[in-house]
Protein backbone atom coordinates (compact mmCIF):
# COMPACT_ATOMS: atom_id res chain seq x y z
CA UNK A 1 0.00 0.00 0.00
CA UNK A 2 2.83 2.33 1.04
CA UNK A 3 4.29 1.73 -2.51
CA UNK A 4 1.27 2.89 -4.45
CA UNK A 5 0.95 5.98 -2.13
CA UNK A 6 4.31 6.82 -3.22
CA UNK A 7 4.00 6.17 -6.61
CA UNK A 8 0.99 8.87 -6.28
CA UNK A 9 2.97 11.33 -4.96
CA UNK A 10 5.16 13.96 -6.64
CA UNK A 11 8.54 13.75 -6.59
CA UNK A 12 11.25 16.30 -5.47
CA UNK A 13 13.05 16.38 -8.66
CA UNK A 14 15.19 19.17 -7.68
CA UNK A 15 17.51 16.96 -6.62
CA UNK A 16 18.68 16.00 -10.24
CA UNK A 17 19.44 19.70 -10.92
CA UNK A 18 21.45 20.04 -7.56
CA UNK A 19 23.18 16.10 -8.57
CA UNK A 20 23.82 18.21 -11.99
CA UNK A 21 24.96 21.33 -11.07
CA UNK A 22 27.47 20.17 -8.55
CA UNK A 23 28.91 17.52 -10.90
CA UNK A 24 29.83 20.36 -13.36
CA UNK A 25 31.90 21.64 -10.27
CA UNK A 26 33.73 18.65 -10.05
CA UNK A 27 34.18 18.83 -13.53
CA UNK A 28 35.87 22.29 -13.41
CA UNK A 29 37.92 21.08 -10.61
CA UNK A 30 39.47 18.15 -12.54
CA UNK A 31 40.20 20.98 -15.89
CA UNK A 32 41.84 23.00 -13.31
CA UNK A 33 43.59 20.29 -11.55
CA UNK A 34 44.77 19.12 -15.20
CA UNK A 35 46.05 22.53 -16.08
CA UNK A 36 47.93 22.90 -12.89
CA UNK A 37 49.81 19.97 -13.61
CA UNK A 38 51.03 21.69 -16.15
CA UNK A 39 52.99 23.84 -14.48
CA UNK A 40 54.70 27.30 -14.68
CA UNK A 41 53.22 30.81 -13.70
CA UNK A 42 49.76 29.96 -13.83
CA UNK A 43 49.62 27.81 -11.04
CA UNK A 44 48.19 29.69 -8.53
CA UNK A 45 45.47 31.06 -10.55
CA UNK A 46 44.51 27.35 -11.23
CA UNK A 47 44.95 26.33 -7.47
CA UNK A 48 42.22 29.67 -6.45
CA UNK A 49 39.61 27.74 -9.14
CA UNK A 50 40.14 24.67 -7.51
CA UNK A 51 38.99 26.11 -3.96
CA UNK A 52 36.29 28.77 -5.38
CA UNK A 53 34.66 25.63 -6.74
CA UNK A 54 35.35 23.34 -3.67
CA UNK A 55 33.24 26.41 -1.57
CA UNK A 56 30.79 26.36 -4.23
CA UNK A 57 30.52 22.61 -4.10
CA UNK A 58 30.09 22.49 -0.64
CA UNK A 59 27.31 24.95 -0.98
CA UNK A 60 25.57 22.78 -2.91
CA UNK A 61 25.92 19.96 -1.15
CA UNK A 62 24.10 21.94 2.02
CA UNK A 63 21.38 22.37 -0.67
CA UNK A 64 21.06 18.51 -1.11
CA UNK A 65 21.28 17.78 2.36
CA UNK A 66 18.04 20.08 3.45
CA UNK A 67 16.31 19.09 0.92
CA UNK A 68 16.53 15.47 1.81
CA UNK A 69 15.61 16.81 5.41
CA UNK A 70 12.34 18.73 3.88
CA UNK A 71 11.27 16.16 0.76
CA UNK A 72 8.23 14.43 1.70
CA UNK A 73 8.88 12.12 -1.78
CA UNK A 74 12.44 11.41 -2.59
CA UNK A 75 13.66 10.23 -5.97
CA UNK A 76 15.33 6.97 -4.02
CA UNK A 77 16.53 6.47 -1.07
CA UNK A 78 17.33 9.30 1.43
CA UNK A 79 20.62 7.45 2.05
CA UNK A 80 21.23 7.17 -1.17
CA UNK A 81 20.83 10.21 -1.91
CA UNK A 82 22.86 11.87 1.21
CA UNK A 83 25.92 8.98 0.15
CA UNK A 84 25.92 10.14 -3.59
CA UNK A 85 26.63 13.58 -3.24
CA UNK A 86 28.89 13.23 -0.07
CA UNK A 87 30.99 11.11 -2.25
CA UNK A 88 30.93 13.60 -5.00
CA UNK A 89 31.77 16.02 -2.67
CA UNK A 90 34.85 13.82 -1.28
CA UNK A 91 36.41 14.02 -5.13
CA UNK A 92 36.61 17.99 -5.50
CA UNK A 93 37.58 18.20 -1.25
CA UNK A 94 40.37 15.81 -2.41
CA UNK A 95 41.37 18.49 -5.22
CA UNK A 96 41.61 21.29 -2.55
CA UNK A 97 43.45 19.03 -0.31
CA UNK A 98 46.09 18.74 -3.17
CA UNK A 99 45.83 22.60 -3.83
CA UNK A 100 46.77 23.09 0.08
CA UNK A 101 49.84 20.67 -0.85
CA UNK A 102 51.40 22.08 -4.07
CA UNK A 103 50.64 26.07 -2.42
CA UNK A 104 52.74 24.92 0.72
CA UNK A 105 55.54 23.50 -0.81
CA UNK A 106 55.49 26.13 -3.28
CA UNK A 107 55.31 23.86 -6.26
CA UNK A 108 55.70 25.45 -9.68
CA UNK A 109 56.69 21.56 -11.97
CA UNK A 110 55.27 18.60 -11.90
CA UNK A 111 56.23 14.96 -13.28
CA UNK A 112 54.85 13.54 -16.50
CA UNK A 113 53.06 10.94 -14.76
CA UNK A 114 51.56 13.50 -12.43
CA UNK A 115 50.41 14.92 -15.12
CA UNK A 116 48.83 11.26 -16.81
CA UNK A 117 47.01 11.31 -13.95
CA UNK A 118 45.38 14.65 -13.89
CA UNK A 119 44.33 13.88 -17.45
CA UNK A 120 42.60 10.35 -16.37
CA UNK A 121 40.97 12.27 -12.89
CA UNK A 122 39.59 14.31 -16.05
CA UNK A 123 38.15 11.60 -17.76
CA UNK A 124 36.63 10.03 -14.67
CA UNK A 125 34.96 13.45 -13.94
CA UNK A 126 33.16 13.31 -17.42
CA UNK A 127 32.00 9.74 -17.02
CA UNK A 128 30.32 11.27 -13.86
CA UNK A 129 28.98 14.06 -15.11
CA UNK A 130 27.54 11.96 -17.68
CA UNK A 131 26.21 8.96 -15.42
CA UNK A 132 24.64 11.91 -13.15
CA UNK A 133 21.68 13.15 -15.16
CA UNK A 134 20.64 9.53 -16.22
CA UNK A 135 19.64 8.48 -12.84
CA UNK A 136 16.47 10.90 -13.48
CA UNK A 137 15.12 7.62 -14.70
CA UNK A 138 17.54 5.12 -13.65
CA UNK A 139 15.66 2.21 -15.08
CA UNK A 140 15.46 3.17 -18.92
CA UNK A 141 19.43 3.85 -18.45
CA UNK A 142 20.61 0.83 -16.23
CA UNK A 143 22.67 -0.32 -18.88
CA UNK A 144 24.56 2.77 -19.80
CA UNK A 145 25.01 3.62 -15.77
CA UNK A 146 26.81 0.18 -15.58
CA UNK A 147 29.12 0.80 -18.19
CA UNK A 148 29.84 4.42 -17.14
CA UNK A 149 30.94 2.89 -13.56
CA UNK A 150 32.60 0.04 -14.88
CA UNK A 151 34.42 2.20 -16.92
CA UNK A 152 35.39 4.55 -13.98
CA UNK A 153 37.11 1.52 -12.06
CA UNK A 154 38.92 0.67 -15.07
CA UNK A 155 40.42 4.39 -15.40
CA UNK A 156 41.12 3.91 -11.35
CA UNK A 157 42.81 0.82 -11.94
CA UNK A 158 45.46 2.92 -14.55
CA UNK A 159 45.72 5.45 -12.52
CA UNK A 160 46.82 3.25 -9.64
CA UNK A 161 49.64 2.58 -12.05
CA UNK A 162 50.46 5.59 -12.76
CA UNK A 163 50.81 6.40 -9.29
CA UNK A 164 53.17 3.14 -8.60
CA UNK A 165 55.37 3.66 -11.49
CA UNK A 166 55.60 7.24 -10.06
CA UNK A 167 56.87 6.95 -6.74
CA UNK A 168 59.80 4.32 -7.67
CA UNK A 169 60.49 7.25 -10.69
CA UNK A 170 60.54 9.87 -7.57
CA UNK A 171 62.55 7.33 -5.44
CA UNK A 172 65.45 6.08 -7.98
CA UNK A 173 65.41 10.67 -8.73
CA UNK A 174 65.36 11.71 -5.59
CA UNK A 175 65.70 9.49 -2.94
CA UNK A 176 69.21 9.35 -1.57
CA UNK A 177 70.13 12.37 -2.82
CA UNK A 178 67.14 15.22 -2.06
CA UNK A 179 64.64 13.54 0.31
CA UNK A 180 62.52 17.04 0.75
CA UNK A 181 61.81 16.63 -3.24
CA UNK A 182 61.06 12.66 -2.41
CA UNK A 183 58.38 13.65 0.32
CA UNK A 184 56.72 16.52 -1.28
CA UNK A 185 56.76 14.39 -5.09
CA UNK A 186 55.01 11.27 -3.26
CA UNK A 187 52.38 13.25 -1.56
CA UNK A 188 51.29 15.16 -4.20
CA UNK A 189 51.48 11.34 -6.27
CA UNK A 190 49.39 10.33 -3.16
CA UNK A 191 46.65 12.85 -3.01
CA UNK A 192 46.32 12.37 -7.01
CA UNK A 193 45.15 8.74 -6.25
CA UNK A 194 43.12 9.51 -4.04
CA UNK A 195 41.15 11.77 -5.89
CA UNK A 196 40.81 9.32 -8.21
CA UNK A 197 39.82 6.80 -5.33
CA UNK A 198 36.57 9.42 -4.49
CA UNK A 199 35.23 9.13 -8.27
CA UNK A 200 35.66 5.15 -7.99
CA UNK A 201 33.47 6.19 -4.80
CA UNK A 202 31.03 7.89 -6.64
CA UNK A 203 30.36 5.09 -9.13
CA UNK A 204 29.96 2.53 -6.46
CA UNK A 205 27.32 4.78 -5.12
CA UNK A 206 26.04 4.77 -8.77
CA UNK A 207 26.16 1.12 -9.02
CA UNK A 208 24.15 0.54 -5.85
CA UNK A 209 21.52 2.98 -6.59
CA UNK A 210 21.00 0.90 -10.06
CA UNK A 211 20.88 -2.69 -8.13
CA UNK A 212 18.12 -1.10 -5.49
CA UNK A 213 16.15 0.68 -8.06
CA UNK A 214 16.14 -1.57 -11.14
Known amino acids: MLGWFRALMPREDRFFDLFAKHSRTVVGGAEALQKLMQGGPEVETHCRTIIALETEADAITRDVLQAVRKS ?76 LTEEVTKVESRTDELHDRGLKDLFRRHGQSNPMAYMIGSEIYGQLEKVMDRFEDVANEISGIVIENV
Request: aromatic share 6%; net charge negative.
Open 72 to 147: FITPFDRNDIKDLIQSMDDAIDMMHKTVKTILLFEQKSFDPLMQEMADLIVTAAGLVAEAIPLLDGVGRHAARLTS
